[in-house]
């Protein structure tokens, strides 16, 4: 993948005056000493909370990655982004494809992107690839390479029945318990897919890599960094989990808490007016 340098040197702007409102004391000066001594970063998300997003443009100017993986952008897309000069956050959008891709605002991430000048990696799993894991199994869906990221090994009965029960209390209690196995194939897809991108980025590039996903795939015990511990055990990777309101499930290297934001009920969808 060609270098990309986008938005902050085509903008000719030092970063730290196009970010206004990110303090430099979101990140504690041990918590930014373990992520530049890391091989990978993991930067975990409450995908709608926008502090949470100034963490990681502050991490990632911390850390100077080689790269950047996005849970977020397609291959294609930066693909297409790699062959860009992006000068604003509407051309941005255009080549990511972001309002089709039914992320939360590309204003939340722009800063992110602003960051750093290293080239983005894509890690997003298209929806076809999706409906596969759900219809024939995650190692189907990842094709060649699902015995080399473990996706062939099924979990242990305790394992997928905690995830399953995540899956539902998810999805506020709302989902049939036969699409259950379904959603925990889906998840174990993305994991594979976002390491096997920080895979590809480490080879290409020879790291530092950051990542930015959602706090589910930053997890210890179950996300990214299971798979990356059974590829490149001697990888020193660090996985960082925001929370809100000191609330978060699973295991991390490092947590960072910021408050709630205000948001609609997610469960309001599902509840069945009398």
Not at 176 to 182: A, C
Request: with cysteine.
């Amino acid at each position: 993948m060609k270098q990309l340098a986008i938005l902050a040197c085509v903008l000719g702007l030092m970063v730290t005056a196009a970010r206004p409102g990110l303090a430099e004391d979101l990140i504690s000066d041990d918590a930014a000493l373990a992520m530049r001594d890391a091989d990978v970063v993991i930067l975990g998300e409450v995908h709608d909370n926008p502090r949470h997003h100034l963490v990681q443009a502050e991490a990632i100017m911390k850390i100077s990655p080689s790269a950047v993986v996005w849970e977020m952008v397609t291959e294609e897309g930066a693909q297409r982004l790699a062959q860009k000069a992006v000068s604003n956050p509407e051309e941005l959008s255009r080549i990511l494809q972001w309002a089709e891709s039914g992320w939360p605002p590309l204003r939340l991430y722009y800063p992110v992107f602003k960051a750093s000048g290293a080239p983005v990696y894509g890690a997003m799993v298209p929806r076809a690839a999706a409906r596969a894991a759900m219809e024939r199994g995650a190692a189907t869906a990842l094709g060649a390479d699902a015995a080399r990221y473990g996706l062939t090994v099924p979990l242990t009965p305790e394992e997928q029945e905690a995830r399953e029960a995540d899956q539902m209390a998810a999805h506020c209690d709302a989902l049939p318990p036969e699409m259950l196995p379904q959603m925990v194939a889906i998840q174990r897809l993305r994991d594979a897919v976002l390491a096997r991108a920080v895979m590809r980025a480490m080879e290409e590039t020879g790291g530092p890599v950051a990542v930015i996903t959602g706090n589910g795939h930053a997890r210890k015990d179950r996300g990214i960094p299971t798979f990356l511990e059974r590829l490149q055990p001697g990888w020193k990777v660090v996985s960082v989990g925001q929370s809100e309101d000191d609330i978060i499930d699973g295991d991390f290297d490092i947590v960072i808490d910021s408050p709630t934001v205000e948001r609609e009920d997610p469960c309001a969808a599902f509840q069945v007016q009398n």
